[in-house]
Each structure stands twice: as C-alpha cells, then as structure tokens.
C-alpha cells in the first residue's frame, strides 16, 4: 500500500551512462515532482508535471530529461551522466487545494533513490 | 540572500526538554508555510502547516510572524523519536506548486 515509490533505491554507475530513475503514486494526485537532494542536504526541485503536463523546469541541464506516461508516474531519464550528479532524487506528489489565495500544497515523498556516479 | 534560511544546528537537548527552532524567508508576499520532518537517510514527511493565527498539534507549536518574516516550531517534551533534521518550507509566490525548502535543522535528544 506504498503511497509513492521509487526504483531502483540504489543506482550505482560510470560515468557517461545513461540512466532511469521510476516513480509512481496510487494516492490519485495529479501533479508531481522530481527533486534533488545533495549531500549537503539541499532538497531543490527539478520538475514538475500536473496532469501529464510540465509546469516547473528549473535551471537543470538537459542531460536531465522527465517523462509522465499517465498522472500517476512520472520518470526520470538522465543522460551522460557525471559526478557532480551523485545525489538522492526524491520523487513527490500532491493534490493542490485552494482556500481563498491561499494554496496548500501537501507533498508526499517518496524513498528515495542513492545515485552514485563513479 | 537564501529565499528560506535556517540554522543547521545541531541542537542537542535532553529528553523532556523544550526546543525551538527558527527560519526566515525572504518573500514578504509569500502566503503559505510548512514544517517537514526527515530523518536520516528517509524521505521529508510533513509535521505540520504553519498558519497565520499559530497552531498546535500536540507537543508541536507552529508560529508565523509576518512582519519579521520568520517561522518558528516548538517541541515540548521532546522525546528520542523526535530526533531528525527540520526542514523549514515556504510556497513559492511564483508557483503554487513549487515548494521552497530550508536546507534543515537538525535536532538530537539525547537519553
């Protein structure tokens, strides 16, 4: 009964591979995210996809390309991939509620993926 | 000027004490404020929404002081379990999606 999952949990590679990370959500949200989270903690955001749709693509190289099938996955496809890319990526999802002008944006994580790029 | 700063600590308290952590955020026109947990090697979990008036969810007190532009988190009683790193979130005012995470306060109650 997983809410969001992730695989692989660890991802061990060369450099200049290229390498996919899944995620999926049985909670019925539409939108997710992918994060990451270096080692000095940082958690940052990469993208997000609302309904299929890509609506954040922040400053990432495009060696970092996301897919969303269906609202309920959302894949992370990385190409060449490079040491400075060795971090945790968190998959993440919601379903965005309004009151007035305010947005509450519960997000549910998942585990978690180790990249370690040698 | 980071858009959400916090003090990484470590605070280090004993069981039974009171702890409370701070964080900034640079927005004024931000409106909407979280408090994740994540322990070690775990994914971030929310602890609770930081509203306007303060609020309360059992040894955990919330506060927001709009014109200081500063979150605060309370933990009574602390317990072993709550040792973790706290992670202070803003909404971003750009995006009602984007989450804007503090780099984290890490908390060890010790016995």
């Known amino acids: 009964d997983t809410a969001v999952s992730q695989t692989p949990k660890y991802l061990v590679t060369q450099m200049g591979n290229d390498k996919s990370i899944k995620c999926e959500q049985n909670?019925?949200?539409?939108?997710m995210y992918w994060y990451k989270q270096d080692s000095k903690k940082f958690l940052k955001i990469m993208f997000s996809y609302n309904n299929k749709e890509l609506i954040i693509n922040e400053t990432v190289p495009n060696r970092f390309s996301p897919k969303s099938p269906d609202k309920a996955h959302l894949n992370l496809h990385i190409n060449s991939l490079e040491l400075g890319d060795s971090a945790v990526y968190f998959c993440?999802?919601?379903?965005?509620?309004?009151?007035?002008?305010?947005?509450?944006?519960?997000?549910?994580f998942g585990p978690g993926t180790r990249l370690t790029v040698l | 000027r980071k858009e959400v700063e916090q003090d990484p600590g470590p605070f280090n308290v004993p069981e039974g004490a009171t702890v409370a952590f701070n964080c900034t955020y640079s927005n004024s026109a931000s409106q909407s404020f979280f408090w994740y947990r994540q322990d070690c090697r775990k994914e971030p979990k929310l602890l609770m929404s930081v509203y306007s008036s303060g609020n309360e969810d059992g040894r955990f007190t919330a506060q927001l002081n709009r014109a200081s532009q500063y979150i605060s988190l309370l933990i009574r009683d602390s317990k072993l379990s709550d040792s973790a790193t706290y992670l202070c979130v803003v909404n971003s005012v750009d995006s009602s999606y984007k989450l804007i995470f503090g780099s984290g306060t890490r908390l060890l109650v010790r016995p």
């Open positions: 909670l019925g949200h539409d939108t």
């Open positions: 993440a999802s919601s379903q965005n509620r309004r009151a007035a002008v305010i947005s509450y944006n519960e997000q549910f």
